[in-house]
C-alpha cells in the first residue's frame, strides 16, 4: 500500500471530526494524530500515512493493529481492500454445549479458546437456544486473560448466564428449553471437572 501522508492535514482531521460520529477509540486517535500533524513530527505522521489511503482506515487498522498487539501480532499487512489482515490465533479449539447432535445447526453452542504469539488468551462464544441466539467469532477486541483457564471460567460463566436468563421462557420456538437444559448440563460437568483438577 502505498503511503499518503497529504491525507493527514489539519483540515481533514477537523472535517472528519465534525462530519462524522466517532466511536469511543477514535477521538483519541484522532488527537493523536493531530498532535503529530501540529508538532510536525514526521516519524509518526509516516508511520500513521502507511495504515491507509482514507483517514477513516487509517483510524480503523491502527486501532485493529494496537489491539493486535496485546496478544503479541506485530505483522502489519493489509488484504486487497487495504484494511489489516486479521491475524490467526494460535491452539483453538472449538468446545460444544448442548445436545448430543452435533451435525443439526441451533442444537449447540461452542466456545472457541485461543491465544497469540505472546500467550494471552481470549475466546469466541456462539450461543445457540434453538432458533435464536448470537455469536462472536475470536478476535483482538476480546478480553485479555493470562491462561486457557482463565478464559474458559469467563467464557462459561457468561454462557450459563445467557442460558439460565432463558429457562422458562414462554418462546420455546425461539428459546428450546431441551437445549438451554442440556447446555446448561454440560456447563456444569465442565464446571465440575475443572475443581476436580484443581484439587490434584
Not at 15 to 20: G, M
Not at 159 to 176: C, I, W
Amino acid at each position: 500500500m502505498e503511503t499518503n501522508v497529504s491525507l493527514l492535514t489539519k483540515e481533514t482531521l477537523i472535517y472528519h471530526v465534525e462530519n462524522h460520529n466517532l466511536m469511543g477509540y477514535e477521538r483519541p486517535l484522532v488527537e493523536e494524530i493531530s498532535s503529530a500533524v501540529d508538532s510536525k513530527d514526521i516519524a509518526s505522521i509516516e508511520w500513521f500515512a502507511k495504515f491507509g489511503n482514507t483517514l477513516r482506515k487509517i483510524i480503523f487498522n491502527v486501532h485493529a493493529y494496537r489491539m493486535g498487539l496485546r496478544f503479541g501480532f506485530e505483522n502489519i499487512e493489509f488484504d486487497e481492500y487495504d484494511w489489516l489482515k486479521r491475524p490467526l490465533f494460535l491452539n483453538i479449539e472449538q468446545l460444544h454445549f448442548g445436545l448430543p447432535d452435533k451435525n443439526r445447526y441451533g442444537n449447540y453452542s461452542t466456545i472457541t479458546p485461543g491465544h497469540g504469539p505472546n500467550q494471552i488468551w481470549t475466546y469466541g462464544l456462539s450461543c445457540s437456544y434453538g432458533t435464536a441466539g448470537s455469536s462472536s467469532g475470536i478476535c483482538v477486541y476480546d478480553q485479555t486473560f493470562a491462561n486457557r483457564e482463565e478464559a474458559l471460567i469467563d467464557a462459561t460463566a457468561k454462557l450459563k448466564k445467557m442460558m439460565l436468563a432463558k429457562v422458562g421462557d414462554k418462546d420455546t420456538t425461539n428459546y428450546n428449553q431441551k437445549i438451554i437444559a442440556a447446555t446448561l448440563k454440560e456447563l456444569d460437568k465442565l464446571e465440575i471437572c475443572s475443581v476436580q483438577l484443581t484439587l490434584f
